[in-house]
């Protein structure tokens, strides 16, 4: 990796490393309001997860069994979405509005016998008599399909009813009448579909006896008029097979007419969504080889029930049918392939909602063309057996065909009288397809809501709050609030200054001079680093006489800086005056707790002597001269022949003159006196000094006299431990350049 490489990773190390601090810093500034709005959110959770009322569920298990069909012999066809597709219907039923408003009726009929409604909070509502009644079937009906949740198991055909509600037992009430309100609808439309069979395979019944009757008849007849009434084994075993062949043909026509009649029903229901799907499945179905394997499987299956209704010798019959089946087998595997090719090809290209309703159009398409292939191949072996029937005698000819007939119409009616009880004992005796396994009576306790997680949620939302009201503060806030802010700008910091307040728990500092009174804090450390911040800045020109201490605007701290600065250098050994320049509003005299009269402005006047406007402090070799009585123009008088005068006296006596001004936008004094000093210092103030007023301050300064402006200090910065090294960092390092500084003078 080149070096190139690896200051790039450290400058954006360096950088995200910056911001996290930066960031932190905030946080900490901020502690106290995020931790009120934490707070906040904690007690607000609290109390509210504390009043919520316990949720209960009650959950009713139905088994569902998939339904096997109606009671005519069909063609096996393929399943289309499977059982798990059918458990899906069945829990779109139980949402529906019919489904609901029987359940609705059932709860309705529950709280009438209710003597008190207490319990069913979520059944009833109060009036203005203060008098609980039941809610209207409409806001029931609307209510059951909100709080009323359906799920199944994965791979289990069961469906699960559960309702959640503040009384357990209301929810075991709304869960169980729903679900009695699907029974209930499940068995009517099992025993409307029965009904329908029933009445079907009743009609056909009386249709074949009726014919029975007439053939026999006619057989009889036939027997007394000829004499014919024993034939031959041969011609028995051709009777007997087109007499299967043609109850094999009437009994496929009543499946066909029951297969027309669903297809109808479904494609009715298609047509609805799409005109053009039903085409659309019909041209699948007509591919050649499909419709090949069809007619392979029909043949095959018929050949076998004509050969078996002769055969009297049971294992003869076995070979037969097993030969048949094994053949039967290997077709309908290529059969399978082709409908799945089939199913994906529909499915695949139409909507979700409209794959269900495909589905079962494309599987009772499928059936009626089975059962048509099926009437095909009976139509094709039945010419084989007609072609026979035409190489018999004339007599034997009438006579056969009145027997097949016969025999036809007895085994077809046979079949639906056998059909029809099973379909009438049915309908009487059905129950439906599903049933309840597991009634919800069970109350395993609440299982909500969880107060714990609620009062995590609320109490780090209120922290999320305060964080975020933190640094939205700060991106609003125009102020100058760390070095960075300066620096970032180009702006030399000379020093900060820590707040004065609090800065030392133990011995909390109770004066703003505080180079005087605490020497070894940290804010008396500070002033110090300043002081040889200062003493270095201009090694090259002549030594600084005098320091002009201004601000962008008022309560920056100036003052506190000037007087400081001064009793650093008088500390030092230096001969030191405070030049009080403020003649607005002076207060250098407050902090030493002196006179004001006479002062600066008495001395101007010539109403006084330089030694009656000078004053000595506590503090050795620090001197301090008031600003005097308050002249109406005291901008003229600093800018006036007898302050120039002045200032080059005070320079001849002192080794430092500190000048304390008013700030620099407010008004012209300190502009006047900048050029009337060595050097300058620009006091802001963290968390208060806007941006734009120092950087206009600023920008005035360096353009009139750049090399004047010594740099700036940043006053009342509250570092905490976050900015701890930056102090450590300044004071250790101007302590060892004047340490260093010593030596070579020495």
Request: with cysteine.
């Amino acid at each position: 990796m080149s070096k190139t490489t690896e200051n790039e990773f450290q400058n954006s190390d360096n950088e995200i490393s910056e911001q996290l601090r930066k960031y932190l810093f905030l946080f900490v500034q901020n502690k106290y309001i995020i931790i009120t709005l934490l707070l906040v959110g904690f007690i607000t959770t609290y109390f509210y997860a504390k009043n919520l009322k316990n949720v209960y569920e009650a959950k009713v298990s139905i088994r569902v069994d998939k339904p096997q069909g109606n009671v005519l012999e069909q063609i096996a066809i393929p399943e289309f979405g499977g059982s798990q597709n059918y458990i899906s219907n069945q829990m779109a039923l139980i949402k529906s509005y019919v489904v609901r408003d029987i359940a609705t009726q059932r709860l309705l009929d529950s709280l009438k016998k209710e003597t008190s409604l207490s319990t069913y909070r979520s059944l009833v509502k109060v009036n203005s008599k203060k008098d609980t009644v039941a809610i209207s079937d409409v806001g029931l009906r609307e209510l059951l399909s909100s709080i009323v949740t359906i799920t199944t198991p994965k791979g289990i055909d069961l469906l699960e009813i559960s309702v959640k509600s503040t009384q357990f037992k209301e929810a075991q009430l709304i869960a169980i009448s729903v679900a009695n309100a699907y029974l209930e609808y499940n068995l009517d439309i099992s025993r409307a579909q029965l009904t329908s069979i029933r009445k079907l395979l009743e009609e056909e019944k009386n249709k074949k006896f009726d014919e029975l009757s007439l053939a026999e008849g006619k057989l009889e007849d036939y027997e007394r008029r000829t004499g014919i009434i024993n034939i031959e084994e041969n011609i028995k075993n051709l009777i007997s097979n087109s007499s299967q062949l043609e109850a094999l043909k009437n009994s496929t026509d009543i499946e066909i007419k029951v297969a027309e009649s669903n297809l109808s029903q479904i494609t009715s229901e298609v047509k609805k969504i799409d005109p053009n799907l039903t085409g659309f499945i019909n041209s699948k179905l007509n591919e050649p080889y499909f419709n090949r394997l069809l007619s392979e499987i029909a043949d095959i299956e018929v050949k076998k029930n004509v050969a078996l209704s002769t055969i009297t010798n049971p294992k003869v019959a076995q070979e037969i049918e097993k030969e048949a089946d094994n053949k039967i087998t290997a077709l309908k595997k290529d059969y399978d392939t082709q409908v799945d090719i089939l199913k994906t090809g529909v499915t695949g290209l139409t909507p979700e909602v409209k794959a269900d309703l495909t589905k079962q159009s494309l599987a009772a398409q499928l059936e009626l063309k089975g059962l048509q292939n099926k009437q095909a191949a009976i139509s094709r072996i039945s010419k084989g057996y007609e072609a026979q029937f035409s190489q018999l005698p004339a007599a034997v000819i009438e006579y056969a065909k009145l027997e097949r007939n016969k025999e036809a119409s007895e085994k077809l009616y046979t079949t639906l009288e056998g059909k029809y009880q099973e379909a009438l004992i049915n309908e009487r005796s059905r129950l439906g397809n599903a049933s309840i396994i597991d009634p919800g009576t069970d109350n395993y306790g609440p299982i909500g809501p969880n107060r714990p997680r609620l009062i995590f949620i609320g109490t780090m939302v209120g922290l999320f709050i305060g964080l975020a009201f933190s640094i939205g503060k700060d991106k609003l806030d125009r102020t100058i609030k760390t070095p960075e802010d300066l620096e970032s700008k180009g702006v030399s910091v000379l020093c900060w200054i820590p707040n004065i307040e609090g800065i030392d728990t133990e011995n909390t500092v109770g004066s703003e001079f505080v180079v005087g009174e605490k020497n070894k804090s940290n804010i008396s450390e500070a002033f110090k680093a300043l002081r040889t911040r200062i003493q270095f800045s201009k090694l090259e020109d002549k030594p600084l006489k005098s320091i002009l201490i201004t601000s962008s605007i008022p309560s920056e701290g100036k003052t506190t800086v000037s007087v400081n600065l001064a009793g650093s250098f008088a500390l030092t050994g230096k001969k030191t005056l405070i030049l009080d320049c403020d003649l607005r509003k002076p207060r250098v005299h407050s902090l030493f707790s002196l006179e004001r009269y006479p002062g600066l402005s008495d001395y101007l006047f010539s109403n006084c002597s330089l030694e009656e406007i000078t004053r000595k402090t506590d503090l050795e070799g620090l001197h301090v001269i008031s600003a005097g009585t308050i002249p109406p123009n005291p901008s003229e008088i600093l800018g006036s022949v007898q302050m120039k005068k002045f200032m080059k006296k005070l320079e001849e006596i002192y080794d430092i003159i500190i000048v304390d001004s008013p700030p620099f936008l407010s008004v012209t004094d300190a502009e006047i006196l900048y050029n009337m000093t060595d050097g300058a210092i620009l006091v802001s103030q963290s968390y208060k000094t806007i941006k734009q007023a120092f950087f206009t301050t600023y920008q005035r300064l360096t353009s009139v006299n750049k090399h004047n402006l010594l740099g700036v200090v940043l006053n009342n910065f509250k570092f905490k431990s976050s900015y701890g090294y930056y102090y450590n960092y300044y004071y250790y390092y101007y302590h060892n350049e004047k340490n260093s500084k010593s030596d070579l003078k020495s």
